[in-house]
Nanobody, 115 residues
Framework: QVQLLESGGGLVQPGGSLRLSCQAS????????MGWYRQAPGKERELVAT???????RYGDSVQGRVRISRDNAKSMVYLQMNSLKPEDTAVYYC?????????WGQGTQVTVSS
């Protein structure tokens, strides 16, 4: 079992930036994939970004070039830096990790982009 706790969401104006953080409840190897997904009202959950050692980070088409994912394995944390935010980025953002073929999700953090 792995618990994930997200933080850093909130209200931001269009064009602004936010940094999301996710803390895993136990140490994870760098080879374990971690990342972020999001779900807007009435829409399916979609990929934002994932990261694991030995591979390039993977980004969703809708955020490519505007977000950057990073992780600190010593702290069991993954981060998402989001820039040039748009109203369509408004969603609940979920932290994700896959351990031994089992997916775990955080409870989500709300990001609202509005003037």
């Amino acid at each position: 079992q792995v618990q994930l706790l997200e933080s850093g969401g909130g209200l931001v104006q269009p064009g602004g930036s936010l940094r999301l953080s996710c803390q895993a409840s136990r140490t994870v190897f760098s080879s374990v994939p971690m990342g972020w997904y999001r779900q807007a009202p009435g829409k399916e959950r979609e990929l934002v970004a994932t990261i694991r050692s030995g591979r390039d980070p993977r980004y969703g088409d809708s955020v490519q070039g505007r977000v950057r994912i990073s992780r600190d394995n010593a702290k069991s944390m993954v981060y998402l830096q989001m820039n040039s935010l748009k109203p369509e980025d408004t969603a609940v953002y979920y932290c994700w990790i896959r351990v031994e073929s089992q997916d775990y999700w955080g409870q989500g953090t709300q990001v609202t982009v509005s003037s």
